[in-house]
């Protein structure tokens, strides 16, 4: 409470009940902090950030994940890989909720998280780029160790279909 006030942080004290309201009952132990929404990063600036920093893009693209842990689960994953972004469908897929954020354990505040409109383009935009799309599929023709080292050589995305259908079949198929 005083480094709050010497750092001019605004504090409210609220009974128990007001706190799990403002947290639709989750877990808080008895503090909780309004943040404003989460800024989405665009899906290539993540891209050239990476180049520009002068390292070959890591992206990790998820298709249809829905459970803000998961996704929550697969930035802290992704961070720990080294990857550069994270990219999430606009629609039809989880964002950047407070799940979300608890779950990845600090890890999406250093992996950006975009947006994008149509998954399917923005990966057609990483290849045109020159990105290797490898995606995970367990329907898929292809097994990891069949894979040539070069094949994820230099730049890579990682696409990840969603919990209990996979891959869309555009993105399957892109």
């Not at 600036?45 to 180049?51: R, T």
């Not at 998961?70 to 950047?96: H, K, Q, T, Y």
């Not at 975009?114 to 290797?132: F, M, V």
Request: aromatic share 4%; with cysteine; proline share 5%.
């Amino acid at each position: 409470i005083d480094l709050a006030g010497q750092r001019g942080i605004a504090l409210l004290e609220s009974p128990r009940g007001e706190l799990d309201r403002l947290t639709d009952g989750a877990v808080h132990q008895g503090v909780a902090a309004r943040i404003p929404p989460y800024e989405y990063a665009d899906p290539m600036d993540i891209l050239h950030d990476a180049f520009h920093a002068g390292v070959d893009p890591f992206i990790v693209a998820l298709d249809g994940v829905t459970d803000p842990r998961n996704l929550g689960a697969v930035i802290r994953s992704a961070a720990a890989f080294g990857a550069d972004g994270v990219v999430v469908p606009e629609r039809r897929a989880a964002g950047m909720t407070a799940s979300a954020w608890k779950t990845s354990a600090g890890a999406a505040a250093r992996v950006p998280v975009a947006r994008a409109t149509n998954l399917t383009r923005t990966l057609a935009a990483y290849k045109k780029a020159g990105c290797t799309v490898i995606g995970l599929d367990m329907d898929g023709d292809v097994t990891i160790g069949s894979l040539d080292a070069t094949t994820a050589a230099g730049p890579l995305v990682l696409v990840i279909g969603g919990e209990a259908t996979g891959m869309s079949r555009l993105v399957r198929e892109n």
